[in-house]
Every structure is written in C-alpha cells, then in structure tokens.
C-alpha cells in the first residue's frame, strides 16, 4: 500500500475527498504527534503519514479509474491520451502527484 508523506493529514484528506477517498482511521502515538492515515475509495487504500521518515516528499502513484473525464473535471485539468491510457496528472497539497488513468480499450 502506498504511502504519501504529507504535512498536514487533515488538509490532505480534504483534498483526496474530492477524489471520492474516505477517511478509515488516524493514529497518533500521543496527542500533538504526527498523524498516520489510511484513506480508501473502491477498494484502493493509501496512506498519509505526517512522519517525516515514512515517505519521500513527491511520490508518484498510478490510479486507475473508470472514467478519468469525471476526474478531469472535477480538477479542472485537461486530459491527455496515451497508448495505453487518457490520463490526468494531479499534485496533492505536498506535491506528491497522481497519474490518473482510465486504459485504452
């Protein structure tokens, strides 16, 4: 399961609501620690972590989706076309970005 670093979960999640991700759980070892999140849409899982050591800042992960059209729009961003998939390419607000695709049929 992949895992993106980001700086502020909360503010993360926001974001990948928008996605259609919802929140499952968030861990904290004490209160005012950094926070560890798995969000899920569809069977797909991801996790957030706030630990500075968990991930590399600007990771890339690849979703495949049904209809990449209804991401684009939601995004506002064009799509392009591929061999083997239309695509979209988002950046979370922490820069790791999201390769967006629905394969070419």
Same mark, same amino acid.
């Given at each position: 399961?992949?895992?993106?670093?980001?700086?502020?979960?909360? =503010?993360?999640? /926001?974001?990948?609501?928008? @996605?259609?991700?919802?929140?499952?759980?968030?861990?904290?070892?004490?209160?005012?620690?950094? *926070?560890?999140?798995?969000?899920?849409?569809?069977?797909?899982?991801?996790?957030?972590?706030?630990?500075?050591?968990? !991930?590399?800042?600007? =990771? @890339?992960?690849? @979703? /495949?989706?049904?209809?990449?059209?209804?991401? !684009?729009?939601?995004?506002?961003?064009?799509?392009? =076309?591929?061999?083997?998939?239309?695509?979209?390419?988002?950046?979370?607000?922490?820069?790791?970005? @999201?390769?967006?695709?629905?394969? *070419?049929?």
């Amino acid at each position: 399961m992949p895992v993106l670093r980001v700086a502020d979960a909360a =503010t993360a999640v /926001s974001w990948y609501e928008r @996605l259609g991700f919802t929140k499952q759980w968030e861990h904290r070892f004490e209160p005012g620690y950094p *926070a560890f999140v798995e969000i899920a849409r569809d069977g797909v899982k991801l996790f957030l972590s706030e630990h500075t050591g968990d !991930a590399r800042p600007y =990771t @890339l992960v690849y @979703l /495949s989706v049904r209809d990449v059209g209804a991401v !684009a729009d939601e995004f506002g961003v064009p799509v392009t =076309t591929a061999p083997w998939a239309r695509e979209v390419e988002l950046r979370d607000p922490d820069g790791n970005r @999201l390769r967006v695709g629905t394969p *070419a049929e």
